[in-house]
């Protein structure tokens, strides 16, 4: 499974948290956050508008990367399973995992 | 429904009960299987070798955590251990009027893993299949799915009540948000550490759901994460438990029956028997026996079946009231 997104998007065929139209627009670059032993990691990122972060599942139990303000939210990602989304606004966007949510993360956009 | 079964099978009205002792069951639990029994208010426990010698007047079966839609070591195939758990119930010499499902039916909410579950445990000889959520059945589209398919009946969130032969069964939702998790209002997000949690709506609704009955009444209460703090560093516990515990303490008789955490760990405190069941699809390690509470992966096929099963609980016609009897599928 792989699911994409961007900005107030996410892909329309896995979606089920919310319907949004997937975002075709232009990627300036690519960051890669893991799930490992129940962590985030990086738990903390840093990038630049229009980067595309993709969270990548590498635990036997599934996890979600899930927005606190539903700005962006995977389906659950069993191992292997990947879910990325472009961020296009800049802020700080806190994220946690549903099934564990003391698992947490954030994406910070400058 | 089964006729109804004597009272005195059941604990006596306003029987006093001492403090019951921790139970160290870990040398059963490599065996077929364990049965309880209470004696003058003090558990014991021994091997079960012999299931069908162990003929209650009121018998239920609990199954738990499923997990359809998991398919890894150390089980890549759950649905055929489901299977095998399903004629083991089939087959026991007393037919139970109703089982008790405690969450984790499926392991990422998906509709075809909760099709392919109902599928299954349509051939389960029985009247009724009562289910309570686990975290993996409503963390994708807030417990929507679930509710649908198995919470009819139910209120709130999917809490629920009933009597059975003088019986008072609760089956309560504590994979609701918390106050204090990341998105509070959302579904299935636990509290602030990851721990189960009630929710005030629903331990409003308990409170007023056992105010009324007589303190001698025998309460069964069933849920998915333990209500006693069993490893909180995992989120095994449950964050306003105490809340909930302190509407039953004037009972004489609470047994608590949970799953999620995938082995058989039982303690006693005060008059309240916790007791948390076996998985049907893969054993988790012991509290804090490993980095993370995943699945134990590396397991030989002969020794999974040692270590997923079900929980048979029984009023049985003796001098002792109670007996759960945890049985493996090897």
């Known amino acids: ?110 | 429904m089964q006729a109804p079964i004597k009272d005195e099978s059941l604990p006596a009205s306003g029987k006093e009960y001492n403090r019951r002792e921790f139970l160290k069951c870990a040398a059963a639990w490599a065996g077929t299987g364990i049965v309880l029994t209470a004696a003058g208010g003090v558990f014991s426990s021994c091997d079960l070798r012999d299931p069908g010698k162990n003929t209650g007047t009121l018998s239920f079966v609990q199954i738990s955590d499923t997990h359809i839609g998991f398919a890894k070591d150390p089980n890549p195939d759950p649905i055929a251990t489901l299977e095998a758990t399903v004629a083991k119930i089939n087959a026991l010499p007393q037919r139970p009027p109703f089982v008790i499902h405690t969450g984790d039916l499926s392991h990422l909410s998906k509709a075809e893993e909760f099709d392919t579950l109902e599928q299954i445990l349509k051939s389960l000889k029985t009247e009724k299949i009562f289910y309570v959520p686990g975290e993996h059945d409503v963390f994708v589209d807030q417990g929507k799915r679930f509710l649908e398919r198995f919470g009819k009946g139910t209120q709130g969130a999917g809490w629920q009540s009933f009597d059975y032969n003088g019986t008072h069964f609760v089956g309560l939702n504590n994979v609701v948000a918390a106050s204090s998790g990341p998105t509070p209002g959302s579904f299935a997000n636990g509290g602030s550490e990851g721990l189960g949690s009630l929710g005030r709506d629903q331990l409003d609704w308990l409170q007023k759901d056992v105010a009324g009955l007589s303190a001698s009444t025998p309460i069964v209460v069933f849920t998915h994460v333990p209500l006693w703090s069993v490893y909180p560093q995992w989120g095994w516990g449950t964050e306003d438990s105490e809340q909930a515990l302190g509407y039953l303490k004037r009972f004489g008789s609470v047994t608590v029956l949970n799953g999620h955490i995938h082995q058989v760990l039982q303690k006693t405190e005060g008059n309240v028997t916790f007791h948390t069941a076996r998985s049907t699809a893969y054993p988790q390690p012991a509290p804090g026996a490993a980095p993370s509470p995943g699945p134990m992966k590396d397991l030989p096929a002969d020794r999974l079946k040692q270590m997923i099963g079900l929980t048979e609980v029984k009023y049985v016609e003796t001098n002792s009231p109670l007996a759960i009897i945890d049985t493996v599928l090897a």
């Open chain 1, 1 to 110: 499974m792989f699911l994409s997104g961007c900005g107030a998007s996410r892909a329309s065929s896995t979606a089920k948290i919310a319907n949004h139209t997937p975002d075709e627009g232009p990627v300036s670059a690519e960051i890669e956050i893991k799930i490992e032993d129940y962590v985030f990691v990086p738990a903390e990122a840093t990038i630049a508008p229009g980067t595309r972060v993709t969270w990548v599942n590498k635990d036997e139990d599934p996890h979600t990367a899930t927005s606190t303000d539903d700005r962006f939210g995977s389906d659950g990602l069993d191992t292997g399973d990947k879910y990325s989304f472009v961020f296009r606004e800049k802020g700080d966007f806190s994220y946690y995992c549903a099934l564990h949510p003391h698992m947490k993360g954030v994406i910070k956009v400058q």
